[in-house]
């Protein structure tokens, strides 16, 4: 069965403590792996896709990698304002469309 | 990317009652999917709409509890039908950019069911 888990479920650092995130997947075939994040009350919001192992995508503190079975998502420096929910999903491959989401890990930065 | 407005953002229903939420996009798109997102957890996937066919359900959701329309391209609504407090939950419209890549979201719906 296609599944995902994140690791840590919560995670507080100190601003500037720089950490990551991890997402475990294991399914039959990857069509593309997803980080989002997530504020309170809010829909979540696109970060980055992956597609294959060795490829990595960056964006102001954070940066995302993948391989065969896991991605990262690595925080350098955080900031208060850093915090949030951020979730993992893949796109399985076998021609349907569904993406499964992970739980999530609930990141606290304090200043 | 795509702005999804969702509405209502939040409401508060008595038990027995049924709540239509409303999902527009401002460009056309092929498919639009319906998250229900219960408190502390993660995304689960109601049904996937598309225009001018049946909505197509996933494991554990009905027809008859959440009905999906789906009457053009921008725009879709989902039904919480015969509310109990387990129904209380965020739920979350969503597109894609283009078919199998990355999900955009509405603002999700706030539902309390008392």
């Known amino acids: 069965e296609d599944q995902v888990t994140q690791s840590p479920e919560a995670l507080r650092l100190q601003e500037g403590e720089s950490s990551s995130l991890n997402c475990s997947y294991t399914?039959?075939?990857?069509?593309?792996l997803f980080w989002y994040r997530q504020d309170p009350g809010k829909g979540p919001e696109f970060l980055f896709t992956?597609?294959?192992a060795g490829e990595e995508k960056e964006k102001e503190r954070l940066k995302a990698t993948l391989t065969k079975k896991e991605s990262f998502l690595h925080i350098t420096a955080p900031k208060p304002e850093d915090s949030a929910t951020y979730l993992c999903?893949?796109?399985?491959?076998?021609?349907?469309?569904?993406?499964?989401f992970g739980a999530g890990t609930r990141l606290f930065v304090k200043a | 990317s795509a702005v999804i407005s969702q509405k209502p953002s939040r409401d508060i229903c008595q038990r027995g009652t049924s709540l239509t939420i409303q999902c527009q996009v401002d460009?056309?798109?092929?498919?639009m999917f319906w998250y229900r997102q219960q408190p502390g957890q993660s995304l689960t996937l109601i049904a996937t709409?598309?225009?001018?066919?049946?909505?197509?359900?996933e494991s554990g959701f009905v027809i008859d509890k959440f009905p999906i329309s789906r009457p053009n391209l921008t725009f879709s609504t989902l039904t919480v039908s015969n509310m109990s407090p387990e129904d209380s939950s965020i739920y979350l419209c969503?597109?894609?950019?283009?078919?199998?890549?990355?999900?955009?979201f509405g603002q999700g719906t706030r539902l309390t069911v008392v």
């Open positions: 969503s597109v894609e950019s283009t078919p199998n890549t990355e999900a955009f």
């Open positions: 399914v039959s075939g990857l069509r593309g």
């Open positions: 992956l597609y294959s």
């Open positions: 999903a893949v796109l399985p491959d076998g021609g349907g469309f569904k993406t499964i």
């Open positions: 460009s056309q798109v092929t498919m």
């Open positions: 709409a598309n225009q001018g066919s049946e909505a197509t359900y």
